[in-house]
């Protein structure tokens, strides 16, 4: 679809990497003015990752905002966030075969054993471990929307024993899905590795408190991609430290970037990543943004609006 009425004003904030971002849309967009950061004019459409809350006084006629994150938690919490506007998140744009490299690193790390070889090999232990067949490890995926049913999809694909849960009722080819809070408590009861892609929201923040990581198997690993509110940090610290949890691959924390004297970076149990798990590509980011700008020019509706009293 291409837009063929006068020329509107978009405007980039983000916190890095603002100017890369102009290039990339201005290529996408070529009938927009493309303008950057708080001292931009008053634009029709705004993109913006972290911006400061003086942005939002200076854009008072903005029709649409995109977010260049499909996590949209930090921009609904803004006092300053205009409420009326429609927020429209990213939709894959290629993070979600960057989540599932993520996930079949820890599940093949996991399921193949590397790390207790490592350990063997460190202890100069000759170890072998018996044949274990893919459907015989059960993992379970919190968040069955873009990025984790194309994880749980993937996974289940592979030949992994995988379930998953979600708000609302799913049916994913391969895939027991879950739902609802006992759902949640038997997809945890059963799986050795679980991998989270649920959103922040009021619903499940501190989700997986102690309660819950006590209902995974012993000995079993979590995964957190999504974001660190989720988990209960003490309580994680206190099930890894007793093994009940073998191992957390953490990408996302509470506080980013984590503080220093946090436990988490030195524990042995923990494998850290910084917030990288899935990145957004600018030209794929662009060419979404640009696809919808013009759908909403036209009039017609557009996927990954925002619904503000359910938080994603
Ligand atoms: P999405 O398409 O909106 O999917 C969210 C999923 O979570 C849906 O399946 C939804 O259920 C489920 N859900 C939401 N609230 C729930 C609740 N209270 N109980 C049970 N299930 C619930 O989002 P996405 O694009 O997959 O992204 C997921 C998250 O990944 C983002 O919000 C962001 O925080 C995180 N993320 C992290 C990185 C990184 O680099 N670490 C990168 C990108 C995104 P329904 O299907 O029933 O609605
Ligand atoms: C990154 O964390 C995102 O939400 O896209």
New binding site residues.
Partial sequence: MHFLGAAMDVVICTAKEQDAWRDALSACLPEARVHVGVEAPQCDYAVVWKPPSAFFAGQPRLKALFSL???V?GLLAMPALPREVPLVRM?DVG?AAQMIEYALYVTLRRFRRFAEYAEAQAEGRWAPRSYRDRHDFPIGV????????AVARALADFGFDVSG????A?TIEGVQCE?GSAGLDVMLGRSELVLV?????G??EGLLDRERLAKLPEGAALAN???GELVDDEGLLEALDSGWISEAYL??FAREPLPAEHRYWTHPRVHMTP?????TPHDVACEQVAEKVRRLEAGLPVSGVVDRV?G?
């Fill in positions: 994150g499909a996590g938690d939709e993070m919190l968040g069955l929307g873009v990025l984790g049913g849960w979600s708000r609302t799913k739902h892609f649920l959103p922040l929201t619903d499940t991609l999504s974001r990408d996302v917030h990288v798990a899935a990145l359910r994603y």
